[in-house]
């Protein structure tokens, strides 16, 4: 069927042809893999990888140029290209505010939040609340969650969306492609740690950019610019306006009066504002100044300076979204309306093989039908990139949360080579769960890939974000409180999570029979809910309980953050990381070439760590925990910070 249809007008998915068959694109594609592994294998030469602070946080050497890159490239995944486009051309501009929200939570980050880190002396964030709280619980409890979280919205939405670009663009089969990115990914992420995961970011984020913004140009142009952009995409509907011959409501393909606002109603909007404000803030802040995968970078950071240099340089980044991806999913729909917007469920099915909507293809779709021999492979290569940087930050970060707070509890006087070795056996057990869950994500396709994402995270991220936040602000708040807060949010959470699920979220042509009650309440206004009874539980537990002693608490909450006092730990009597006998003996023969080999490859060190003094030992932990920095250095980043807050609230103020 697709063979007779004329060229305009047929599906580029169900073509007989290989879009990506030349050898301009397969040259392109080659030489991007060739430089991703050459960086990757120079970062793993030239950085400290045998031991667990070399492996994980980099040796604390990294400058701000690729610590900002890294954060952006960690957070913009393929689920970005994919979700945000396809949102943005089911409901226009407004998603775009979710990018932009960040330009403020990441001077929270730098000037907050990542002070407390450094001065706690953590690697993980599960690591803080167990010398904040003390106890196991909670810090067992979070790193449990975060590993979930990890396989069911990050690793999942990113080999989703990712496998529906490579799968549409190379007519190869969806496993070979994800087992072959997965091996790629994973072997300069066991290999490199860190080091390499940050610098081959810093390489993807440049890709990711000259790319996007090529796609960007060739769609203004087709369009006719942004004037006419404006007047098409209102105008931007289907051939096809019924459902299996039944009348559908026009709500269903024409495109929303407010499509150009960021601020949208606060009862009937499909964004409401006052979630957008106050409800996104929450779940940024989950994200942006707790989450392991973003935190860690910073804590690599040579100093301060360098950390609040590396969120301006993210947040402005983050300014770029709106116009590489969020206008480009627009354009998708004025140029293929009957695909992008289809609302026949036949038709949907036949475009995108889903009969609830097509616009998780319109950024596929673009590459594919716009862009001439040669740019398609590198953007095919953006496509490659952004899901690899995602996956390794997701690998490397979820293998440190499970060393250092799983891994440890299990065995406690685990020497550095054996934790170096479970971090690493366990990203590979990550990538074989991520496999199996391919096909589950495949039968659980929605139209709305960036809402699932969303949503998913309002349901689970609010009673963690409200834990840190008095933690770190509230010095009253002890462990009962916060684990209790923890238990009965993540139970509110799951409860509507669940009820959404069971009744599914349906779509505009069959709606959902959800009882208005549970499922009624927008995502972002729950998260409002959630956030805020979360902080009454653990307010309120907290001051009927007995509180934790200031000496407990130094330089680990705002109003002692500059405390010079000697702190005692709570978990001093639990949390082993002592020195102890290893198995060898000193006079140990002499490692072959083969086991050489294999350990320079993992970082390794043939020879035992040399013994530090208790002086070296206090210089090195003073280092790890130093928070100054020159005020004239200060003094920049400062001014900086303020124009990016400028920045951020003339982009909503003009948009809205």
């Known amino acids: ?22 050898a301009a694109d397969i040259s392109v594609i080659v030489v991007y893999f060739v430089v991703v592994l050459a960086v990757g294998i120079w970062a793993m030469v030239r950085t ?69 880190y450094i001065k ?16 196991d619980r909670i810090r067992i409890y979070l790193s449990v969650l975060s590993l979930l979280l990890y396989v069911f919205t990050k690793i999942s939405a990113d080999m989703f969306s990712g496998a529906i670009f490579i799968q549409q663009a190379m007519r190869i089969n969806i496993y070979l492609a994800i087992v072959m990115l997965l091996l790629i990914t994973a072997v300069y992420t066991v290999t490199g740690g860190l080091a390499a995961v940050i610098y081959t970011d810093t390489l993807q984020t440049i890709i990711m950019l000259v790319g996007s913004f090529i796609l960007m140009g060739f769609a203004f142009s087709e369009v006719g610019g942004y004037e006419q952009f404006m007047i098409k995409y209102m105008n931007s509907t289907p051939a096809i306006k019924t459902d299996n011959g039944s009348a559908v409501p026009s709500a269903c393909y ?85 695909q992008i917007a289809c609302v026949d469920r036949k038709e949907c099915k036949k475009y995108c093989d889903t009969e609830v909507g097509c616009t998780n293809i319109a950024y596929p779709t673009m590459v594919i039908k716009l862009m001439p021999d040669g740019l398609r492979g590198l953007m095919l290569s953006v496509m490659l990139a952004s899901l690899m940087s995602s996956l390794t930050s997701i690998f490397n970060s979820a ?5 250092m707070d799983i891994y440890t509890k299990i065995r406690k006087k685990a020497s550095e080579k054996e934790l170096m070795i479970a971090g690493r056996i366990f990203i590979v057990f990550l990538i074989g769960v991520s496999i199996a869950w391919v096909p589950i994500l495949q039968s659980a396709q929605s139209g709305q890939l960036f809402d699932y994402i969303q949503s998913i995270t309002s349901y689970l991220g609010p009673p963690i974000a409200a834990v840190f936040f008095l933690g770190i602000f509230v010095k009253r708040v002890n462990e009962q409180g916060a684990f209790w807060g923890l238990i009965i949010g993540l ?47 653990i307010l309120s537990v907290s001051f009927m309980t007995k509180p934790i002693p200031d000496k407990h608490l130094h330089r680990l909450c705002w109003t002692l953050r500059n405390s010079k006092e000697e702190r005692e730990d709570l978990d001093a009597n639990d949390w082993v990381n002592e020195d102890f006998e290893d198995d060898y003996e000193e006079e140990k023969k002499e490692p072959n070439c083969w086991k050489k080999s294999y350990n320079w490859f993992c970082g390794f060190d043939d020879k035992k760590a040399p013994k530090l003094s208790e002086e070296e030992q206090a210089a090195m932990d003073a280092k790890m925990t130093d928070t100054s920095e020159v005020p004239l250095w200060r003094n920049v980043v400062n001014i900086n910070g303020i124009i990016l807050l400028t920045v951020a609230v003339f982009c909503h103020a003009y948009f809205a």
């Open 254 to 338: 024409t495109p929303r009066e407010d499509s150009f606002h960021i601020f949208r109603d606060p009862i009937n909007g499909d964004m409401p504002w006052p979630g957008l404000i106050f409800g996104l803030t929450i779940l940024a802040m989950w994200y942006w100044c707790t989450d392991q995968v973003i935190v860690q970078r910073c804590l690599s950071a040579k100093n301060m300076s360098h950390v609040k240099a590396g969120c301006i340089l993210c947040g402005y980044l983050k300014l770029l979204p709106m116009f590489l991806m969020v206008f480009p999913g627009m354009i998708s729909r004025i140029l293929y309306p009957d």
């Open 399 to 403: 293998s440190t949360l499970f060393t």
């Open 120 to 135: 706690a002396g953590v690697v993980t964030m599960p690591e803080y609340l167990r010398k904040r709280f003390g106890g």
């Open 1 to 22: 069927m697709a063979t007779t249809a004329s060229t305009t007008t047929k599906d580029p998915f169900r073509d007989d042809t290989i879009p990506i068959n030349n």
């Open 48 to 116: 400290s990888r045998g031991t667990v602070g070399g492996f994980f946080l980099a040796g604390r050497s990294m400058v701000w140029w690729p610590i900002g890159a890294s954060l952006f490239a960690s957070n913009i995944g393929s689920g970005h290209f994919v979700g945000l486009a396809g949102t943005a051309a089911a409901g226009g501009i407004v998603i775009g505010g979710f990018e932009w929200n960040a330009l403020v939570i990441v001077i929270f980050l730098g000037w907050v939040f990542v002070p407390i």
């Open 491 to 537: 139970f509110i959470g799951l409860s509507r999570m669940i009820t959404e699920f069971a009744y599914g979220t349906g779509s505009c042509v069959q709606p959902s029979n959800c009882p208005k009650i549970i499922c009624g309440v927008h995502y972002l206004y729950f998260a409002i809910i959630l956030f805020g009874a979360s902080s009454i539980i």
